[in-house]
């Protein structure tokens, strides 16, 4: 149901306002209003202001924002650790917490520096170690006083090559060796073996005509090829070890005092949160407001908690709610444990309004009783049991799932009641050997008209009880016209009702006349509260009526699936492959079974029940709250 809220305006002296607001913000129960309308008089509101920082809090929230900045830039340098909890109070030692951040900080952006450059040389010597690995095993092969000199190039195109050794060919007299290799990354490599000599004319030419030679660093390139091969990779080692300790470093780091920062991070939000919402308050030459919304049930606690702690320096008042007020009064809902699970039903539509009603409590009562007049079949109601039994237990720690099953439990419990009362156990064959045929109430195969009209009576309460509910929340926002065609929906309904009933025979015939006359009596009414389209009102709510009829077709066709699982079964002349079959068509059915009965008597509730009381648009209570 929705809690009913109290209109509270909190008043103290300025100094109090952030111990005021630390209180109710872990206190966790109110809501502030931003807007005043309603909360102060007319001829007052010159007198009330909002509420401005002095320069003492603005400069506290530019410091907290400030060191809020540098510890993010700090968690930027660490990686990611698992880290313990703290119990540090920041408030009390915010001072060394900057004074050492700033140490923390100029260390941890050192490493991060070093490590940048580390993992940029690391980048480079990998260019090179493609080039050298895929030449290693031709360059290995010559002896390092053969008098040769060796020419790395690369090569765009697999075509260049021809040009390559044509040139080379020319420039050497065919003194040269080339040989081309892919490297890992599918670059084309060639290194070009020739007399020491010659080699420096030949880099001339290939530069004069644009084939690049591989360039290495100052300490690489006067070495031999060989001798490059190893200095690169014991470089290698070295920049990656580099790496790794440094990361050690920052984990070691984080480890000690991620917590501690984590923990002034979360503090210094909760402060700046505290003092944004100054931004919402009002006040006079002297004191603070503070308006909002409290539940009725807990403002003892409430004025307990502020009087505790500030005596009689911060006054809390209650205040009335106003006509005006009813629009922007937030909206909790607060149900029973038996109710709360089908709050994942009433959570897929909007909120409703506060003078309206919580749709959850009819919704507990009225989804079961629907899904096992549907399924009814205490077999079917058995395995569903069961199922949602071993779902709650599995997953009692998942909320959504936890109401799932429980929702579950409840509807098979009416489906084993309904299956009773219809003497039907996995359809008829399995009632009739458990001895329920004596028993049963009503047989629906063969009793259509009456379960017709049984799922009609249903419908007719259901939709009355609606617009009963709607009568009463207009009363409750003082929309007469709106009460007053509630009303006359309800008398025109009845009276259609009984008129039928009449022509059946089933009440006396002497009641036709009287009751046309009032139907006669009530058309203007109906008119002046509904306008033109009244009618039509009327008419969509006798066709909501008559929508109840597909829980009789819809449990109907779920016992002639049965009946047709049993008589295939019967059929095969084998006994293991009657039960095989069975066992399959009978599954199939409970999981239709599950699904149909859902969706048609969560239909009936929000397009047929709903819509007859529910005026949706509620603001969702949303109090002060840590974090």
């Known amino acids: 149901m929705i809690a009913r809220m109290v209109k509270i305006e909190i008043v103290g ?124 095993p031709h360059v290995t092969t010559i002896a390092p006083d053969s008098g040769l000199d060796f020419i790395g190039v690369t090569i765009r195109e697999p075509a260049g090559v021809a040009e390559l050794m044509r040139t080379l060919a020319r420039l050497t007299g065919d003194r040269f060796q080339l040989l081309t290799v892919k490297a890992g990354d599918g670059t084309l490599i060639g290194l070009i073996t020739l007399e020491k000599d010659l080699a420096a004319k030949v880099r001339g030419i290939l530069g004069e005509q644009h084939v690049p030679e591989m360039t290495f660093p100052p300490e690489l390139a006067r070495m031999p090829f060989p001798e490059k091969i190893r200095h690169l990779r014991t470089r290698t080692a070295e920049v990656t070890a580099g790496i790794a300790a440094i990361d050690e470093e920052l984990a070691r780091f984080a480890r000690r005092w991620g917590a501690i920062y984590a923990r002034v991070r979360s503090w210094l939000d909760e402060r700046l949160a505290l003092l944004g919402n100054t931004a919402h308050l009002h006040r006079t030459g002297m004191c603070f407001f503070i308006h909002g919304w409290t539940p009725a049930a807990d403002v003892p606690r409430l004025t307990g908690e502020i009087r505790t702690k500030f005596g009689g320096a911060v006054l809390v008042e209650e205040k009335q709610i106003l006509e005006q007020d009813l629009d922007l009064v937030p909206v909790t809902l607060r149900n029973p444990p038996l109710f709360r699970p089908f709050e994942l039903f009433a959570r897929l539509l909007p909120l409703p309004r506060y003078a309206s009603f919580d749709p959850t409590p009819f919704i507990a009562v009225c989804f079961p009783l629907f899904f096992g007049m549907i399924l009814g079949d205490a077999g079917y109601g058995l395995v569903l049991l069961i199922l949602a039994l071993i779902l709650g237990r599995v997953f009692r720690q998942r909320e959504t799932v936890r109401d799932a099953a429980r929702i579950l439990l409840f509807s098979s419990c009416y489906t084993i009641l309904f299956g009773i009362l219809y003497g039907e156990f996995f359809g008829e064959v399995g009632a009739g050997l458990l001895g329920m045929k004596e028993g049963f109430i009503v047989e629906r195969r063969l009793a259509i008209v009456p379960m017709l009209c049984f799922a009609l009576s249903v419908g007719l309460a259901h939709i009355l009880l609606g617009l009963l509910l709607g009568f009463i929340t207009a009363l409750r926002r003082k929309t007469g016209r709106e009460a007053m065609f509630k009303l006359v929906n309800i008398l025109a309904i009845l009276c259609l009702v009984v008129l039928a009933l009449s022509r059946m025979e089933i009440v006396p015939r002497l009641l036709t006349r009287p009751l046309a006359l009032i139907l006669i009596f009530l058309i203007p009414f109906l008119f002046f509260s509904g306008g033109v389209l009244a009618p039509l009102e009327l008419l969509k709510s006798i066709g909501n009526i008559v929508s109840y009829a597909r829980i ?76």
């Not at 900045?69 to 340098?77: G, N, P, Q, S």
């Open 13 to 136: 002296p300025s100094e109090l306002l952030l111990e005021v607001l630390s209180l109710l913000r872990d206190l966790e129960l109110f809501q502030i209003e931003q807007d005043i309308t309603g909360f102060v008089a007319e001829e007052d509101r010159d007198k009330v202001r909002p509420l401005l920082l002095d320069e003492k809090t603005m400069a506290e929230r530019i410091y907290c924002e400030d060191l809020r900045t540098r510890i993010d830039e700090l968690f930027a340098c660490l990686p990611r650790e698992e880290m313990r909890q703290s119990y540090l109070d920041p408030g009390d030692v915010l001072e060394s917490v900057n004074e050492t951040l700033q140490r923390h900080s100029a260390l941890c952006r050192e490493w991060c520096r070093k490590r940048e450059e580390l993992r940029t040389e690391l980048a480079e010597l990998g260019g090179y170690s493609v080039f050298l690995g895929a030449l290693e």
């Open 552 to 627: 009789m077709a819809i449990g109907l066709a779920s016992l002639l699936l049965a009946r047709v699982a049993n008589r295939f079964a019967g059929m095969t002349g084998n006994v293991v492959t009657g039960v095989l079959l069975a066992v399959i068509f009978h599954a199939v059915n409970i999981v239709l079974g599950v699904f149909s009965p859902t969706i048609h008597a969560l239909r009936l509730h929000y397009v047929e029940f709903y819509s007859k009381f529910m005026v949706p648009g509620g603001r969702k209570f949303e109090p002060l709250r840590k974090g």
